[in-house]
């Protein structure tokens, strides 16, 4: 019977090897899509690709795997505030697996029972249930985020200025707009972003909650937000990971370990020499080509298509199999997300929590999972329709307004697409005094 906690009785089939290669996979994605470290020579980055690079191709190497979270912690903090709402969780998960590590690898050397313990499995229920519950938990607060009155506006909302965006730029939503509306477009997501962390919440609905997940968010990625989307499925798989290795291990039995070990290193060098594409254009300047209508095929989003369309397949269907053999209301197929494996690390959970309430706190409005939102709690205003604002911090209160810069990104300022991210009008529009000085700095 599969159970949360299955342990695999090889290095193919561990689930910290599985996390390994999706995490360094979607890592990947991330220096892909934001390309900055490239073109300002920033040696940090080219150090941690290669390390993403490595260990997708060495996915087992626990040393390895831990010298790439500590790359990301210090290239993307090096990168602090600028960087978006999920690469900021990101780091708190990934500093999370680093001290798992630490803990279980210090432990395993100064203690007796050293070899009554299996590292890499102890690692990995440390910090599962924990990335587990944060990904509930941004779902929930980008939820609640949402529920305000500029969000549901039809002329400035995040939902209808990106689809009016997307349909300007390609021509084949123009098509799709006959049948589909908008307004029938965003009320589908809201219902999905409503029910999605409803069934992830509970043990027995947890991998119910991936038939909605997966293709949403693969849908996602087709609308350029294959970033945000590589990591959420990359967390989806950690979710999925005992009904994942369950499958492995079925298919084993049929074929051979041999079979599935050549199997297993022919997609690792695929996706390896795939995500060499991007890095070559990157390089070289030459991101992609124009593609069927109207959209450009960027190597990047290519080889992430190519990606998500293997780990989608692979969740799916060990999904699904674990339902037909388990029935559809079971909670053995998913990683636990209530645990006492993970100790004192829990914190790491009121830590993101902490950061979340910022905005009603008056600390901060960016990098606090309230993304396409239109939530707006600066200079003593509060559009959400039941969140109170207790302004602890002032600085959401000093607020400056931008008339005109020689700057691009100070006079971007003046536009939507501050606020609402999309529709660059210029318009009257105050800023905090915090932002546009990281703006100045920047």
Known sequence: MLTGQRKAPDDTLQPLTIFAFVWASQQTFQLTYFDE?????????????????????????????????VGSIIYFVNEWPFVVNHIFIDTFLSATIVIAAVVVLGGALFTSKANEVEPRSEIHDRFSPIAT?????????????????????????????????????????????????????????????????????????RLLGLYIGVPFHFVLGLMWHWAFSSFILA?????????????????????????????VWSIRAAIVLAALLPVLAIA???????????????YGMFVWLIWACFICSITMIAVLRYHVLQGAVSEGGSTLALSAKPGWLWIVIGLVILNCLSPYVGFKTQNNSAMYSNMQTEGGRNNHFFMPVVRIFPFQDDLVEVIASTDPAIAGLRTRQARYDWNEVPQKIFVTYFEFRRAVSE
Not at 45 to 57: A, D, E, I, R
Not at 163 to 187: C, D, G, K, M, S
Not at 284 to 298: D, E, L, Q, R
């Open 235 to 263: 967390l989806y798989v950690l979710i999925a990971t005992p009904a994942i290795i369950d499958l492995f291990q079925a298919v084993r039995v049929r074929v051979g370990q041999q079979m599935i070990d050549a199997a």
């Open 284 to 298: 070289t300047g030459n991101y992609g080509v124009k593609g069927p209508f109207g959209f450009p095929v960027f």
């Open 133 to 205: 519950v944060l990904v509930i938990l941004v779902y929930y607060v980008i939820l609640v985020s949402k529920l305000n009155s500029g969000f549901f506006d039809p002329e400035v909302g995040c939902m209808f200025t990106m689809y009016a965006n997307w349909q300007h730029e390609r021509p084949i939503l123009a098509t799709i707009n006959q049948f589909v509306t908008p307004q029938f477009l965003f009320y589908t997501f809201m219902v999905i972003e409503l029910v999605l962390p409803i069934l992830l919440t509970f043990a027995k609905t």
């Open 37 to 69: 470290w490239f073109e300002n020579g920033n040696l940090l980055g080219y150090v941690f690709m290669g390390l993403t690079l490595s260990v997708m191709l060495f996915p087992g190497n626990t040393w390895l795997f831990v010298a790439m979270l």
